[in-house]
C-alpha cells in the first residue's frame, strides 16, 4: 500500500492542501519511527507507524480550514472521525481509528460532552502502541503553508494541551517517559 496514491484521491497533487499534508504526514512518520524504536520490546508494527503517519489527517479537505487550503463544511476538530469514515470505505479500518484516535492526545465521550464538541459521542482515545505513538508524534509539528516544519518543543506542547486539563499535558508526558527513552 502506498499512503500517497491514497492521499491523491481526494487532494489535487500539488494543491496547497496536499502539501501541507504530505509535509506534515512526512514529518510525523520520521518522529513515530524514531520514538517506535525506543519501544522495539513492544514489537511495534514500522510499516502500520509510516502509513498511518502519512493518513492520519486525510480528513482535513472536509473542513472549513483556509489556511490549510481546506474549504470543507464541517469544524477543524471533525478531521479525526471524518478520516475515519473515508479510510473505513477503502476497507482500512486499523488505518481508520489512527484518523479518529489523533486529535489531541485522545478525546474521551465526557470531554466530548463536557465542552459540546461536534462529534460522535464515543471515545476517541488512542489504545495500540501504534496510535499512541502517532498521536504522540503528531503533537510536535503543525500543518502550515510553511514546507519547512518546525519542531515543537516539550514544554510548547505541554502548555498547549494544559489548557485542556492538566490530565491531557500528564498523558501527553507519559508518552515523553515512554518514546524518549531506550528500553534496550
Known sequence: MNPVDIISEYYK????????LVTHGEDVA???????????NLNPDLDFIRNAAMLHDIGIFLTNTPKLGCTGKHPYICHGY????????????KLALVCERHVGVGITTEDIRQYNLPLPERNMEPVSIEEQIICYADKFF???SNSASEEKSVEDIKLILEQYGHDKAAKFQSWID?????HG
Do not use: C, P, W
Open 13 to 20: 497533487h500539488g494543491s496547497r492542501g496536499y502539501e501541507i
Open 82 to 93: 471524518l478520516g475515519r469514515q473515508l479510510l473505513e470505505k477503502k476497507g482500512l479500518h
Open 30 to 40: 520520521k518522529k513515530a519511527l524514531d520514538a517506535a524504536k525506543n519501544v522495539s
Open 178 to 182: 515512554m518514546f524518549e527513552t531506550v
Open 142 to 144: 503543525s500543518k502550515n
